[in-house]
């Protein structure tokens, strides 16, 4: 519902309730529109009405938990940051300590013996530079059996000695009661481990014959803290070694946990291991087709039961945090320095609704003083707070990282504040983790995030509904008009960046406020070693065209067809010197759109894919190993990775529409002829009345050509790309225009 809408209905249900103040039905959809307005203060005054008014029951429960939780601002603690950092620094030494003794990397899996031949004839993506030589060793395990205890697992661990353990199942169930000692022994033995079903994405001959109903028993008796989003899906995705950094979890994130009231200890795994940040139920990712909704909602009624069954522990365990008790999950924030911020994540998804109405009232009134403490005078040093998602590997987060970068450059003091939001995406890069802190404390401070998150993220922040801070909007778009929720969202801040002239044009057509261009900066990609073609499985006499892109990135908009097309209308099968690398990542989730891609490019042994979640360094070395990257997008809010080829001194062939125009120059690349043609439905969001390029396949099949067969040419406009980014993209450079903008805000202020 549109804000205006909302405001009108709030002021109907108003009036209503003067005439019928006690009317259950009223108060509750007053209520819901106060929650969709973000006016926390008022959702919580009058769901505590209705509990009253109600006994309440556990529905009410449950809508006065996510109020208080949401009232809370959504800023991330570093000190949990820091434990995830310390707990993947420790894995990484482990296995480091490991390959040194032997050039294998090691999975042990225990299984219940349904089909142990088939556990060892796993697919390896041969295309995947990270692969190592994989290794798999099986140990059949009786689960009912008595003798599954701690002991058993350490022996096997130290037999194999190995540092990641997989526990399968086939088709006997688990015995849940062992669970507790399992999770215990590979803590111990100081195991990365996790728990997995028996079934592949693309099955082989070997295991097609797996049944389906593959154990769910840990689903339903299981939740993990996750380090991000790839190990937040541990317990649902396939066991395929091509993902195996996507099936861990560090033992140390179930430590001193049982499963269900069984073992030595609390009987509230998840709401330890939630404590860390993560949020129950344990979300099922897409790609995994063997669980069915069904099993999903399986796993939900269970930890419903145990939570209810469990109400006095729980009422024990906030009730503890608010006082101040540390929990024994190394990632639980330390209650004694954040004794609200630690359970506002379990409020916000629902948690509180399993506690007794008198503790969930002293949390409740906890969570009031600290809304209610007066916030700091805010800093006016000249700095700057950053807030926005710091980690995430995506544009947004790059974004984000840019503006540290520059900030710095320019001698503009900087902060940080990573928000809490579930983005469903890799968040572990680090690079501007020395910047982060709890909370924003400047004067000036840049939301560099999606507008449709900014009032959820900024209500919270109010104070006698004014803010005590100017607020800038650092956005990217990616079409000609704004959505009508960004347009709304402008009312929020007190002027906007775009990340280039063409975003720039695009919010100035929606808001009177100042609107500027702060380009993002380029940091041309230097690997920390020379990549061979060969780690990538590239040709090593081939010229390379390159293009990358997400499947998250609406495919439609990157429109990879149209380069492969122009790829083959370029190069008849005849000519075996040249090579069209598709670099993407989360295939999986988009099984029809990769099929369809891969539909495209047919039998052409010279078109390789290359579908992996790789490094930074990794990403850099292939950027080095191509000659030419291509971009026949639809439309482009920035183009990072045009632009971070160009500044290593690569030709670049695009789309000549939208951002990418900024920094491609007809002396410096090869510009696509284009059509506007209307986005269709689906293709992206707020579609209606929008257009965006079609670029000419003959057009580019004849400049990829050109670039194939002009050695000479294509090299010098290369440097002269290289040459332009580091004169007007580099951080140096941008770092001038936002010293500029900040100096001109303190003036202002």
């Not at 049944?211 to 790839?230: F, G, Q, W, Y």
């Not at 795994?269 to 909602?297: G, H, K, N, R, W």
């Not at 490019?601 to 850099?620: E, H, K, M, N, S």
């Not at 183009?639 to 529409?657: D, H, N, P, Q």
Request: glycine content about 6%; hydrophobic content about 45%.
């Amino acid at each position: 519902m549109q804000a205006g809408r909302l405001a009108d209905a709030e002021r109907s249900f108003r009036r209503y309730l003067t005439v019928v103040p006690d009317n259950v039905q009223v108060l509750h959809w007053f209520a819901l529109i106060l929650l969709q307005r973000y006016e926390y203060a008022g959702a919580i005054a009058t769901i505590g009405e209705i509990g009253r008014l109600r006994g309440w029951p556990l529905e009410v429960r449950y809508n006065y938990s996510v109020a208080l939780g949401c009232s809370l601002p959504f800023y991330m603690l570093t000190a949990f940051v820091e434990s995830i950092n310390a707990l993947a620094d420790h894995r990484a030494r482990k296995r480091t300590e490991r390959s040194e003794l032997t050039p294998r990397f090691r999975v042990l899996v225990l299984h219940s013996g349904a089909h142990p031949p088939e556990l060892v004839n796993h697919q390896i993506d041969a295309s995947d530079p990270r692969q190592c030589d994989l290794e798999v060793l099986c140990e059949r395990f009786d689960w009912a059996a008595k003798s599954n205890d701690a002991t058993s697992i350490s022996q096997a661990l130290q037999r194999h000695q190995i540092d990641y353990a997989c526990i399968v199942d086939s088709r006997d169930r688990i015995d849940c009661a062992h669970l507790g000692a399992v999770a215990h022994a590979l803590y111990l033995n100081d195991a990365t481990w996790g728990f997995a079903r028996v079934a592949l994405a693309q099955p082989s001959a070997n295991v097609a014959d797996l049944p389906p109903e593959l154990t769910t028993a840990l689903l339903r008796h299981a939740t993990l803290a996750a380090c991000d989003s790839t190990t937040k899906e541990c317990f649902a995705n396939p066991l395929l070694p091509a993902h195996i950094s996507s099936i861990v979890a560090d033992a140390r994130l179930l430590a001193e946990v049982s499963w269900g009231g069984v073992g030595s200890t609390s009987a509230l795994p998840y709401l330890v291991t939630t404590l860390a940040c993560q949020s129950e139920p344990l979300f099922v990712a897409q790609s995994t087709t063997t669980i069915t909704d069904a099993e999903v909602d399986s796993l939900r009624q269970h930890i419903h039961a145990v939570r209810l069954a469990n109400g006095e522990a729980l009422d024990a365990v906030f009730l503890g945090f608010l006082a101040g008790k540390v929990l024994p999950n190394p990632l639980a924030p330390n209650p004694q320095q954040h004794p609200v911020a630690g359970i506002r994540h379990l409020l916000r998804y629902g948690t509180g609704a399993y506690l007794s109405p008198d503790v969930l009232q002293a949390v409740a009134h906890r969570v009031a003083e600290t809304n209610a403490a007066p916030a700091p005078e805010p800093v006016r040093d000249g700095g700057v707070d950053l807030i926005g998602f710091t980690r995430a590997e995506t544009g947004l987060g790059e974004n984000l990282r840019s503006i540290v970068r520059v900030a710095q450059q320019a001698g503009v003091a900087v902060s940080a504040v990573e928000l809490e939001f579930e983005l469903g995406v890799r968040r572990m890069d680090r690079s501007v983790d020395s910047v982060l802190v709890d909370a924003p404390v400047r004067a000036v401070r840049i939301y560099a995030l999606n507008p449709d998150l900014l009032d959820q993220i900024l209500m919270p922040t109010r104070r006698n509904g004014t803010f005590d801070h100017y607020r800038v909007g650092c956005w990217a778009w990616e079409l000609e008009r704004l959505p009508q929720k960004w347009i709304e969202a402008t009312a929020w801040m007190d002027e906007l960046w775009g990340i280039s002239d063409f975003v720039r044009d695009s919010i100035a057509r929606a808001t009177s406020k100042p609107v500027f261009t702060l380009s993002s900066s380029i940091q041309p990609p230097s690997p920390s070693r020379i990549y061979s073609r060969a780690e990538f499985g590239i040709p090593q006499d081939a010229v390379v065209f390159l293009y990358s892109f997400a499947y998250e990135s609406y495919v439609s908009r990157k429109n990879p067809w149209a380069t492969i097309r122009a790829f083959r209308k370029a190069f008849p099968l005849t000519v075996r010197d040249v090579c069209l690398i598709i670099k993407t990542s989360a295939s999986a989730r988009f099984v029809d759109v990769a099929k369809s891609l891969r539909d495209e490019a047919g039998d052409d042994p010279r078109i390789i894919f290359i579908d992996a979640v790789l490094t930074r360094d990794q990403v850099a070395g292939l950027q080095h190993c191509c000659d030419v990257y291509v971009s026949l997008h639809r439309s482009e809010g920035f183009g990072f990775g045009i632009a971070e080829c160009m500044s290593i001194g690569k030709l670049a062939i695009a789309t000549g529409y939208s951002a990418n125009v900024d920094f491609m120059k007809s002396d410096n690349s090869l510009l696509v002829d284009y059509d506007l043609v209307p986005v269709a439905a689906g293709e992206y969001v707020d579609t209606e009345g929008q257009f965006w390029a079609e670029a000419r396949v003959d057009d580019a099949a004849d400049k990829m050509r050109f670039a194939y067969e002009n050695q000479a040419a294509r090299e010098a406009m290369g440097k002269r790309a290289e040459s332009f980014i580091g004169t007007h993209f580099s951080p140096q450079a941008v770092g001038a225009v936002f010293r500029g903008h900040i100096e001109r805000i303190y003036r202002d202020l």
